[in-house]
């Protein structure tokens, strides 16, 4: 079974940094890797799929890359609704998760 | 407006079953798969299973965790899918969200709010 590991597991941001999370795939899964958002109480919300498309009304500060085995997100200037936990994701597996804090 | 509606959650005791509803609208949902995600609480998503359009055979697949205990299932003329657990575990407690599947993309591209279901004596 393909196994995901996000890094870093918890990150302390203060508004407006560009923040990078990593997703890394335990075997090669070409381009098929999502990204979600998920709020205290919320169900995830869908951010970025084929590593780098960015879901429909996701806005552009939020940026994917990545194929085979290493995948990014990168948030290019952090909101104070950006603020939550972030998971990668190839269907039947999800990463553990980053948590995303004010600093 | 895409929207999935889990309903069907709440207190069991182990050993028990119960069954879980999502009802879909805002798409055609027969053309669509549908999968199953659960979070235990303070915890991380994991994937319970998911089951294909009827275009590609209806067919099902699960989690090692689940699999021979729960079932998946849909009515595509009601719109519903349904998650059939049997033989309940406390460590089934979690938040079970529905969504829509893309198998092209390997993606849950659309979510419900969940459904708590707590396994307990």
């Known amino acids: 079974d393909i196994q995901l590991t996000q890094s870093p597991s918890f990150l302390s941001a203060s508004v407006g940094d560009r923040v990078t999370i990593t997703c890394r795939a335990s075997?090669?899964?070409?381009?098929?890797l999502a990204w979600y958002q998920q709020k205290p109480g919320k169900a995830p919300k869908l951010l970025i799929y084929?590593?780098?498309t960015l879901q429909s009304g996701v806005p552009s500060r939020f940026s994917g890359s990545g194929s085979g085995t290493e995948f990014t997100l990168t948030i290019s200037s952090l909101q104070p609704e950006d603020f939550a936990t972030y998971y990668c994701?190839?269907?039947?597996?999800f990463g553990q998760g980053t948590k995303v804090e004010i600093k | 407006e895409v929207q999935l509606v889990e309903s069907g959650g709440g207190l069991v005791q182990p050993g028990r079953s119960l069954r879980l509803s999502c009802t879909a609208s805002?798409?055609?949902?027969?053309?669509?798969?549908m999968s199953w995600v659960r979070q235990a609480p303070g915890k991380g998503l994991e994937w319970v299973g998911f089951?294909?359009?009827?275009?590609?055979?209806?067919?099902?697949e699960y989690a090692a965790s689940v699999k021979g205990r729960f079932t998946i299932s849909r009515d595509d003329s009601k719109s519903i899918a349904y998650l059939q657990m049997n033989s309940l575990k406390t460590e089934d407690t979690a938040v079970y969200y529905c969504?829509?599947?893309?198998?092209?993309?390997?993606?849950?591209?659309?979510w419900g709010q969940g459904t708590l279901v707590t396994v307990s004596s």
């Open positions: 084929a590593a780098s």
């Open positions: 075997q090669g899964i070409s381009s098929y």
């Open positions: 089951i294909r359009s009827k275009a590609y055979g209806g067919t099902t």
């Open positions: 969504t829509r599947a893309d198998l092209t993309f390997f993606i849950c591209d659309y």
């Open positions: 994701q190839q269907l039947r597996t």
């Open positions: 805002g798409f055609t949902f027969g053309d669509y798969a």
